[in-house]
């Protein structure tokens, strides 16, 4: 079994930041791609942005390209999420995600097969 397990969240002002972190503990592998993903009230759960395990390659949402950065240490199985320029619409719950089966990240929440349990960030404008 793994575990995610999120932090970093809470209250920032509006062009504020914050650092999401998201650790992998339990079965130990390796090669997976990771992504993070964030639901807000009454909306779907979207794509934020995703890293492959090299950090090569990473994926961003246009809402947050220049804004957010993914970043990995697979020394301590820890994927980073680093927000900058915050707005009120980055308000959400956010979740990280693995993708087990390949090292290659993807905008498809269906490919995860991991989650962690969410961790809410609220921008105040």
């Known amino acids: 079994q793994v575990q995610l397990v999120e932090s970093g969240g809470g209250l920032v002002q509006a062009g504020g930041s914050l650092r999401l972190s998201c650790t992998a503990s339990?079965?130990?592998?390796?090669?997976?791609?990771m992504g993070w993903f964030r639901q807000a009230p009454g909306k779907e759960r979207e794509f934020v942005g995703a890293i492959s395990w090299s950090g090569r390659t990473t994926y961003y949402a246009d809402s947050v390209k220049g804004r957010f950065t993914i970043s990995r240490d697979n020394a301590k199985n820890t994927r980073y999420l680093q927000m900058n320029s915050l707005k009120p619409e980055d308000t959400a719950v956010y979740y990280c995600?693995?993708?087990?089966?390949?090292?290659?990240?993807?905008?498809?929440?269906?490919?995860?097969?991991?989650w962690g349990q969410g961790t809410q960030v609220t921008v105040s404008s």
């Open positions: 995600a693995i993708r087990s089966s390949t090292s290659i990240p993807t905008r498809d929440e269906n490919e995860y097969d991991f």
């Open positions: 339990g079965r130990t592998f390796s090669n997976y791609a």
